[in-house]
C-alpha cells in the first residue's frame, strides 16, 4: 500500500518514537523501540507507551481499510497487559475485525520476538 507519508506519521508518533513497519488493508504494523523517554519509574516500557503504540496501530488500520480521505477516532479501547518490556522493541499488529458504516471494530497484539506483551481491543468510529 502505498501512502503519502504525511498521511501515516503524526507528530506524536515521532515524538515516541514509532516506526511504520506494514501497511495493507485492514492492517497494520508498527513498532516503537524502547528509549529512555519511554521508561517508567521501574524503568521498563510506560503502559501508557505501549496503549499509544496500540491506538496509532489501530488508526492506521483503520484508515487503511476505509481510506485515508476519510478521518476515524477512538470511541473505546481496552487493553490487558501481559509482560513488562525492559529493552528491545515491541512491535503492535493491529487488524480490523469489521468495518461498518459507521464504526470499525479492530483488535490488536503488542509482541517482542514472540512473547504477548499486551492484547486490545477498540472501537473507532468514521468521522
Keep these: 500500500m502505498d501512502i503519502p ?13 514509532c516506526q511504520l513497519r506494514r501497511l495493507d488493508i485492514g492492517v ?11 521508561r517508567n519509574r521501574g524503568n521498563v516500557m510506560h503502559g501508557g507507551a505501549i496503549f ?3 491506538d496509532i496501530a489501530m488508526g492506521l488500520a483503520c484508515s ?3 481510506g485515508f480521505d476519510q478521518r476515524s477516532a477512538t470511541i473505546e479501547c481496552k487493553i490487558n497487559y501481559v509482560r513488562g518490556v525492559a529493552d528491545g522493541e ?9 468495518a461498518g458504516r459507521r464504526t470499525l471494530v479492530v483488535e490488536a497484539e503488542v509482541v517482542q520476538g514472540d512473547k504477548l506483551v499486551a492484547k486490545a481491543q477498540g472501537t473507532f468510529a468514521v468521522l
Design 28 to 38: 497494520a504494523e508498527v513498532a516503537l523501540p524502547l528509549e529512555p523517554h519511554l
Design 52 to 54: 499509544s503504540l496500540v
Design 5 to 17: 507519508e504525511g498521511l501515516t506519521e503524526s507528530a506524536y508518533f515521532r515524538a515516541i518514537g
Design 64 to 66: 487503511s481499510s476505509h
Design 90 to 98: 515491541v512491535l503492535c499488529i493491529a487488524k480490523v475485525l469489521h
